[in-house]
């Protein structure tokens, strides 16, 4: 091993490269569960493939009125949602090699189709399968051993208890013991010495018990168009005390109908990057820990813009005077 990976890192954890930065951390930082650690995470993680052939109706996440909308005018309303449903714009891939560990996966089963595949989905439908994603991370986690992903499956439109049982399958073939059981230790000293790379966290009661899968991981949504209000119930959910486990401090912003009528020429990009100065204020101000008012995963969207990576990295330098 090179001294960094015997020893760590000892510059600022900002610099760090992002690829690779779980195993250049600080030696004390390796025996810290991953849900005290400051972790970058992004919102809607698949998003960057969205099908603009899709005619399928806009799903049952998107405003009442606009689903009304898309249902009788279609070709109008269509390049709305397209651009206020992107969340990020790079692969998970990419995402993966700027320092994202924590992607947020929803799964749908596109309606009238008759083959098992699944997508993803934010209003519309990916081009790419699920299982073309997971093979895509299974191949980055090969190249970079001492990485730990936590993969959240959530939402799961239009499965049935079958389709679950296939991803469940399809998730255990693709990473086979690279899974984390939810009985282990997250600590990335005892996870590197095992050899587990990846968590998941499976948000639905499927049947029969599954030691490889973890339960929910908390998403603290906002629900705020404004960085002034997603920051103040941030704040309200900090003084009511974190979870015990994992948990995401959610910093992506949400738009509503009367928000995008007023923003006909905008996109969802438009206001993300326009709030992220005072949004990255905040992140700044964090602290990881077991703490009651401390954080663990920072999501955000189109997290490989700007800084919100390595300022989350670098929080934990804060639990630096605690682990030496």
């Not at 600590?187 to 095992?194: D, E, F, M, R």
């Not at 101000?285 to 919100?308: C, H, K, Y």
Request: glycine residues 6%; contains cysteine.
């Amino acid at each position: 091993m090179s001294s960094v990976e015997t020893t760590g890192y000892h510059g600022s954890l900002r610099d760090l490269p992002t690829d690779n930065w779980m195993s250049h951390l600080p030696r004390s930082l390796w025996d810290v569960p991953l849900c005290n650690l400051a972790i970058p995470g992004s919102h809607n993680t698949v998003t960057y493939c969205l099908d603009r052939n899709d005619r399928s109706p806009v799903d049952l996440t998107q405003p009442d009125m606009l689903r009304k909308l898309d249902k009788y005018m279609k070709p109008l309303i269509r390049p709305f949602v397209y651009k206020w449903a992107i969340t990020q714009e790079c692969s998970v891939k990419e995402q993966l090699d700027a320092g994202v560990r924590y992607c947020d996966l929803r799964i749908a089963h596109r309606p009238n189709d008759h083959s098992s595949d699944l997508y993803f989905y934010h209003g519309v439908y990916t081009t790419v399968t699920v299982e073309t994603v997971l093979k895509e991370i299974r191949e980055w986690l090969d190249s970079h051993p001492r990485e730990v992903v936590i993969l959240s499956f959530s939402h799961f439109q239009g499965l049935s208890q079958d389709l679950h049982r296939l991803l469940i399958e399809t998730i255990r073939n693709v990473f086979v013991t690279k899974l984390c059981p939810k009985t282990e230790s997250t600590h990335l000293s005892n996870l590197w010495h095992l050899g587990y790379q990846v968590i998941v966290s499976y948000e639905h009661a499927v049947l029969g018990r599954h030691e490889d899968l973890w339960g929910p991981v908390p998403y603290w949504w906002a629900n705020k168009c404004r960085a002034d209000l997603l920051v103040e119930e941030l704040e309200c959910r900090k003084r009511r005390g974190r979870p015990g486990g994992f948990f995401v401090a959610g910093i992506n912003l949400t738009e509503d109908l009367k928000y995008i009528c007023s923003h006909p020429t905008e996109s969802l990009k438009d206001l993300v990057t326009s709030t992220y100065p005072h949004l990255l204020e905040w992140v700044k101000a964090q602290s990881p820990g077991s703490g009651s008012a401390s954080i663990n995963i920072i999501a955000g969207d189109f997290v490989t813009e700007g800084q919100l990576v390595p300022i989350v990295i670098s929080l934990n330098e804060k639990l630096l005077q605690w682990t030496q």
